[in-house]
């Protein structure tokens, strides 16, 4: 069964920071891109940083670059998000995601897809 559980949410006052962890399971973690993906109230879901499956170089949302970090462990199957200087704006439910197979960018879909469960981020003073 595929698993993706994720932690390291909380409460963190601005200028702070946290690091979020998901730890996966189910499926071969070494071919698939993984990344963060996060969910405002009223707002869209939206990208934040992407670790594609053939580069070893992250891809960061603008709002983002410079100040989180996406990385991996391959022997624990665990991807990380490092979120410095955070920003009240950064206050989003965040959702761990794994892409494998092929991916379509015009449906912005790919053929294999997983989700965490989402883990609350709130940046406040």
């Known amino acids: 069964q595929v698993q993706l559980v994720e932690s390291g949410g909380g409460l963190v006052q601005p200028g702070g920071s946290l690091r979020l962890s998901c730890v996966t399971s189910?499926?071969?973690?070494?071919?698939?891109?993984m990344g963060w993906y996060r969910q405002a109230p009223g707002k869209e879901r939206e990208w934040v940083a992407i670790?594609?499956?053939?580069?070893?170089?992250?891809n960061y949302a603008d709002f983002v670059t410079g100040r989180f970090t996406i990385s991996k462990d391959t022997h624990t199957r665990t991807v990380y998000l490092q979120m410095n200087n955070m920003k009240p704006e950064d206050t989003a439910v965040y959702y761990c995601?794994?892409?494998?197979?092929?991916?379509?960018?015009?449906?912005?879909?790919?053929?294999?897809?997983?989700w965490g469960q989402g883990t609350q981020v709130t940046v406040s003073s």
């Open positions: 189910g499926f071969t973690f070494n071919t698939y891109t």
């Open positions: 670790l594609p499956r053939n580069s070893k170089t992250p």
């Open positions: 995601h794994a892409g494998g197979g092929s991916y379509h960018y015009t449906n912005k879909k790919w053929e294999y897809e997983y």
